[in-house]
């Protein structure tokens, strides 16, 4: 994979990785939830220097061979160099997470796969520590007006599971034992001079596995019958950035009790 096709998954991570000087806690555990060619792994690694990752799953050998590549020292530095300490796990995206392992699980771009995004969410709950932070994003309701006006009007419906509106992502979290979630939406636009460079965007985010398309074969055949056409040389979407903790997770029928001193007469 040419080093280019990662700089919207660069351009994602570094987003997200420019709010965390807000956090007052430096998580000391860390889950990669989806490969992004080593993006989201070495920003983190700069800012928690201290912080262990425990793992890297993705449904994607490709991604992870990619992330492995781009972290492996170059040169002569390979020579000397320990080997990385991340371990990949190619995991199907249904497929259950550590449980109870991390400080903090950050995703990049992962969501666009998703079929059912209640399932990832109660998946990355589990995976989280008490406390722990959530960071991730995805695209939201309003991406790809130009491919899904290009389909509608070929009749050809998409289910888009995973093109969520940040408000009804917010409820989601809730849900899914999390608080003081947080989601807000910027606005991208990718210009194309070829096809090709088009068609490779869309599938390595995830575009089309986004929309989910009654008939894929008939929506890629749309698609390209309107670029040939002078269309889609544009394609916007909306970037959808959230964050939230994991809630303190009581066994049934127990609570937290809390003592304070009795104020003592002067």
Not at 121 to 147: I, K, R
Request: hydrophobic letters at 45%; a negative charge.
């Amino acid at each position: 994979m040419n080093a280019d096709v990662w700089q919207i998954f660069r351009h994602t991570a570094a987003e997200t990785d420019s709010r965390l000087p807000l956090l007052r806690r430096r998580p000391a555990t860390i889950l990669l939830h989806g490969a992004d060619g080593d993006a989201s792994r070495s920003l983190l690694a700069a800012r928690y220097p201290e912080a262990g990752f425990i793992g890297e799953y993705d449904p994607r050998q490709d991604f992870l061979d990619a992330a492995a590549r781009a972290r492996a020292p170059k040169g002569w530095r390979a020579l000397f160099a320990p080997k990385s300490g991340i371990p990949q796990t190619c995991l199907p995206l249904g497929g259950r997470l550590p449980e109870n392992a991390a400080e903090m699980l950050w995703s990049n771009l992962l969501v666009p796969q998703a079929e059912d995004l209640h399932a990832l969410l109660a998946n990355w709950s589990q995976a989280l520590q008490d406390n722990g932070l959530l960071f991730f994003t995805g695209f939201g309701a309003d991406s790809l007006p130009e491919l899904r006006e290009v389909l509608r009007q070929n009749g050809i419906a998409c289910a888009a599971p995973a093109l969520a509106d940040m408000h009804d992502l917010a409820d989601m979290l809730l849900e899914h034992d999390f608080y003081d979630p947080v989601a807000d939406t910027a606005k991208l636009v990718l210009s194309y001079k070829d096809e090709a460079a088009w068609r490779r965007d869309t599938e390595m985010l995830g575009l089309w596995q986004a929309l989910r398309p009654e008939d894929a074969a008939a929506a890629r055949q749309a698609a390209h019958k309107a670029w040939q056409a002078g269309s889609l040389r544009e394609t916007t979407l909306e970037i959808v950035q959230a964050h939230a903790i994991r809630k303190l997770l009581l066994p049934e029928n127990t609570n937290i009790v809390r003592f304070y001193p009795r104020n003592r007469p002067q």
